[in-house]
């Protein structure tokens, strides 16, 4: 099903959503029978225009499941979008010939679609990743009428309605609690709240004595070890390695090439086999 299916200006609800709202309330609801018929004129004949009349006469069940859903703090005209993508591919998928009514078949696609939508903006860091914790999240959501924590007896009647672990239900609990929180202070911000942030309590471990003792320490052994390499090869290669890699003003393969009288290539290899000696020696 391809965009021709969208009813122009529709299937965007955009910043005027009560035109929207009612003008989707204008397209007549369909009979059973009408329904069947273009059911079957999509299914059979792949008639996009059965296809977007049945869209289009589903439009006011997206906005009734999408309002339900308010207390997300999420636009509405969002979650009617992502409900109308839902509606588009249950009507995609929806066979004439399993008896039911569009309507109920559409339900699971449209709240699908609004779900994945609310966990994906609903909080930067992701409160539920497995189908169990979204399952729970929802649940949760909606067996939580107050804003105060669950007792002992409410999260245990909420695990036993909803078949998981008592502290499933605290760790989703916790998760619904939290927010979001911005690592760095914003610009906006002056100097005695700014303090706040996160960023501000990490241990700068930077200046921690042994920490530097430590890096000194790494950083003399490994010149060391790299003065003995270098004295363990001969005149040439550790001259090529002096002049490649050590020197403030590093030579090419080509000066290198000229100075002793060999191609370019040659140069390479010597520096190649004189870099996996020096290597096998300081790892040994």
């Not at 839902?86 to 010939?97: D, H, Q």
């Not at 979204?134 to 959501?141: A, I, P, T």
Request: charged letters at 30%; a negative charge; zero cysteines.
């Amino acid at each position: 099903m391809g965009t021709s299916l969208q009813p122009v200006g529709v299937l965007a609800p955009g910043a005027n959503l009560n035109a929207y709202v009612q003008a989707v309330n204008g397209f007549a609801v369909l009979s059973a029978e009408e329904e069947k018929q273009l059911a079957e004129d999509l299914y059979y004949h792949e008639d996009l225009e059965a296809a977007r009349r049945l869209v289009m006469a589903h439009l006011r069940f997206v906005v009734h499941i999408a309002r339900s859903y308010s207390g997300y703090g999420l636009a509405e005209a969002d979650l009617i979008q992502e409900g109308n993508v839902g509606l588009m591919k249950a009507v995609k998928r929806f066979n004439p010939e399993k008896g039911v009514r569009l309507v109920s078949f559409a339900v699971h696609w449209i709240k699908a679609e609004i779900h994945e939508f609310i966990l994906r903006n609903w909080r930067i860091v992701k409160v539920a990743t497995t189908k169990a914790q979204r399952k729970l999240f929802f649940n949760l959501r909606g067996a939580k009428k107050r804003l105060a924590w669950l007792t002992n007896e409410e999260a245990h009647a909420v695990a036993k309605d909803l078949d998981v672990d008592v502290k499933h239900v605290r760790e989703m609990e916790g998760r619904l609690s939290a927010y979001d929180a911005a690592f760095d202070a914003g610009t906006d911000e002056d100097d005695e709240t700014a303090y706040q942030a996160p960023a501000y309590y990490l241990e700068d471990k930077r200046y921690d004595p042994a920490r530097q003792l430590e890096e000194a320490d790494w950083e003399e052994s490994g010149a060391n070890s790299l003065a003995l390499a270098l004295e363990d090869l001969d005149e040439r290669a550790r001259d090529i390695l002096q002049q490649r890699w050590l020197n403030e003003d590093k030579a090419t393969l080509h000066d290198l090439a000229a100075k002793y009288g060999v191609s370019a290539e040659r140069i390479r290899q010597l520096e190649k086999n004189a870099m996996k000696k020096i290597r096998a020696i300081m790892e040994a």
